[in-house]
Each structure stands twice: as C-alpha cells, then as structure tokens.
C-alpha cells in the first residue's frame, strides 16, 4: 500500500489496483460500469442514465473539494477500464438514522470483478488512509438487505449492523452499518 497526491498518478496504490480521485472523463466508464442490469440489481434495482451517473460523479468530487475524502475510481495497476469505485465519502441521506452529516463508506463493482476480492483489498486500503489521514472514527455504511457479499465485506472490514431503514417505495430495506473506533462509545442517534 502506498499514498500519493501527486497529480497524473493514482492517489492510492494496492497489489493489484490504482485508486483514483474521480475525474470528469470518467463518466462514460463509470456509466458503462453500473449499466448491466446485476450490477444495479442492489443500487435500487433501476436503470441508471447518464445524467444520474454525472450526478454522482459530481457529488464524489464535491466530497473531496469539501472534506478531503470521497470515492476512488479503481483500476487495474497500471491502468486499464474502470473496475469499479470505493471509499469513504461525505453523505447526507435525509433519513436519519446515523447516514446525515457523516463519513459513509461504499463500493460498486463492475460485474467481470464480482468474487476477486478487489473491493476488500481497495477497501482495507481506503480506510488505513482515512484513519491515517482524518483520525479514526465513526463510519457509516448502507446495504441493500440481501446483498450477502457486501453484508460479509463490511463486516471484515469492522461494520456492525446497527439499524434497518426502509425508504419511501424502496424495494428492499437497507441495512445501516457503523464501523467504530475500539473503545468508542455507541452514539444514541435519534
């Protein structure tokens, strides 16, 4: 693992991966990324256009221009396609329950890198950065109820569930997760 802000070079290396602050010609692979039908299946099962993927590209950026943190867009080392994104990024949900105001850790894989264990090693990487960079606190973490590979990834990377939250016409409930510092006090949220 190894840190870089030098700008034209991942910001983050692992074995296998470059990770990278988001970039605007990232779109189109990002867009092509989230596609396929499987990998929406747990993103609120519904195709994804071109302008909502710009709005998350957007909202990725904005988090690192505000907090220093935010998304890495993954790619083989060395470069190569777009495999997926990850990290932990500045969220605002609007329902509470832990996921307003707060640091949020996610991860969305294309499809051909599903079972390799990439977003594990992105994510251990992500948040050894994080913890060195901003100090080691509460995160948050949001999944789709059934999504059993990101369920058993957040809990090896230190998520506990600590609540369950159906939004408004959501397919499924949404299993909040929290990664705790050790010896941190539970937070009673409201």
Do not use: K
Not at 2 to 17: H, K, V, Y
Not at 41 to 57: D, Q, W, Y
Not at 70 to 96: E, K, N, Q, Y
């Amino acid at each position: 693992m190894s840190f870089s802000l030098a700008s034209g070079a991942p910001m983050l290396r692992t074995e296998r991966l470059d990770l990278w602050q988001p970039a605007a010609t990232d779109l189109a692979g990002l867009h092509s990324m989230v596609a396929p039908e499987a990998v929406r299946r747990f993103l609120g099962n519904r195709p994804t256009t071109m302008a909502e993927e710009s709005a998350r590209l957007l909202r990725n950026a904005g988090s690192w221009a505000l907090y220093g943190y935010g998304t890495f867009v993954m790619r083989p080392r060395d470069g190569g396609a777009i495999l997926g994104i990850c990290g932990v990024f500045h969220s605002w949900r609007g329902f509470g329950d832990g996921l307003d105001d707060v640091p949020e850790a996610g991860w969305i894989l294309g499809e051909a890198s599903w079972g390799q264990g990439l977003a594990g090693e992105a994510m251990r990487t992500v948040l050894a950065w994080f913890d060195e960079t901003h100090g080691t606190r509460r995160i948050a973490c949001m999944i789709e109820e059934g999504h059993h590979a990101s369920v058993r990834l957040a809990h090896a990377l230190g998520f506990e569930a600590y609540a369950v939250h159906q939004e408004e016409g959501g397919e499924r409930p949404l299993v909040l997760l929290e990664r705790l510092n050790a010896g941190q006090p539970r937070e009673r949220l409201p």
